[in-house]
C-alpha cells in the first residue's frame, strides 16, 4: 500500500514539471519566407510544373540548354503537358554569366569571355548553329536569370583600372540573349525562385 501511495506521489510530482517544461519550450511557427517584389515575375510565370536550372560554368551552358529543352519535350511527350504549361527559368551565373549576352557584346568583348579559341568568338555560341540555341528555348517559353554580380565584374575587368565600368554593365544589359533579365545576383535569384515553387536542377 505505500508503495502505491509512493507512485501516485511520484507521479504527481512528474505531472507539472512536465507541463511546465512544455510551456517554456513551445513549438516554432512553420519557416516562411520573405517574398521580395522584385522577384514578383517568377511567381507570374504560368506552369503546371516550375524548374530553375542552374549553370554556374562555360563547360555546363550546353547540358544546361539541352536539359531545359528535355523538360519541354519529355513532358509533351510522356505526360500530355504541354510546352506552355511547363515554367522553365535558366539562370546563367558565375562561370556560364557571359553566354547570357547578346551577339553585340560578344563582338566586342569574345576574346575576354573566351580567351582558349582561335580565332576568338565574334558572336554568342549558343546563338547560333546547329546546337541548341539561347533564341529556339526562348520561343518555347524558356526565360533567363544572367548574374549581375558578375556581370559588375567582368565590366570592371573589361573597363580596367580608371575606366567606365558601369558604362560596360549598362551595356551588357542592354544586349542581354532573348527571354533574359538582369537579377542582382544569380545565386540569390535561384534560392528566391525555390522560395516561389521552382524546383532546382544543377547543372554546374
Sequence with gaps: MLAGFGAIAAAGALGPRSASAQA???VSAPFTPTLHTEDSWMSAVPGQHRVVVDITSADGV???LRF???LLTAHKSGYGVDE???AVIVCMRHGATPYGYADAVWSKYGKTFDAKTTPAPDANPYNSGSRMTVADLSKRGVRFMICGLASRGLAGRIAGQGGDADAVL????ANLIPNARLVPAGVIAVTHAQERGFALLYVG
Design 84 to 86: 506552355a504549361d511547363v
Design 62 to 64: 550546353p547540358d544546361g
Design 24 to 26: 517554456a519550450s513551445p
Design 170 to 173: 549598362k551595356e551588357f544589359s
Design 68 to 70: 531545359a529543352g528535355n
